[in-house]
């Protein structure tokens, strides 16, 4: 059987996700977010877009015990850079870009141990800007996706000069 083209976007995906953690035992303050991120979804159409799953980590929450707002920013940063991988290529988007802009609504608290489900889509590329969308849901006791708990709108810009070492061996991959 041949793969659909989101198979293949899917797999696009948790290469470059595992390719983040490969560095040296990487231990940063996003390891926890990288190591604990299941990539559910990837598709090409209508527009670049991926969806992931996370259970809040203590880490990432505040005294209250709630996901604090500076880790809901930094699970958007991650999420809505995802959907680049899907587009990029030789010489366009290689390196995914640097945040310019990353604004964030937040709708609902979310508690510890809560899982979520994130969904972030490509509104619009171009050589040097992409704009990209995200949106952070509930998931209940059954699995199935509730309210939406965040927003977002990530700026990016394309710096693109060296490309990273994980992107060379999926370019030729990657031709979308």
Same mark, same amino acid.
């Given at each position: ?17 595992? +390719? ?5 035992? @990487? $231990? +940063? ?13 990837? @598709? ?15 880490? /990432?929450? $505040?005294?209250?015990? $709630? ?8 699970? /958007? ?14 010489? /366009? ?12 609504? @937040? ?9 979520? %489900? ?21 998931? $209940?006791? %059954? +699995?199935?996706?509730? +309210?939406?708990?965040?927003?977002? %709108? ?23």
């Amino acid at each position: 059987m041949t793969p659909n083209l989101d198979d293949s976007a899917l797999s696009i995906v948790k290469d470059f996700v595992a +390719g983040l953690l490969l560095p040296i035992e @990487y $231990n +940063g303050h996003d390891a926890a977010l990288l190591k604990g991120l299941k990539i559910t979804g990837a @598709y090409l159409t209508p527009q670049p877009r991926v969806k992931s799953r996370l259970r809040i980590p203590s880490e /990432f929450c $505040n005294s209250m015990g $709630n996901l604090h707002g500076g880790a809901t920013a930094l699970i /958007f940063d991650l999420c809505t850079t995802l959907p680049l991988c899907l587009i990029l290529r030789e010489g /366009f988007w290689e390196m995914v870009g640097v945040s310019r802009t990353l604004n964030v609504s @937040y709708l609902e608290a979310v508690q510890e141990g809560q899982e979520v %489900e994130m969904m972030a889509e490509v509104m619009k590329v171009g050589k040097r800007l992409a704009h990209v969308r995200g949106t952070m849901r509930k998931v $209940n006791k %059954e +699995g199935k996706v509730a +309210g939406i708990v965040a927003t977002c %709108e990530h700026g990016k810009v394309n710096l693109d000069s060296t490309p990273l070492p994980l992107a060379q061996g999926r370019v030729a991959k990657a031709k979308l």
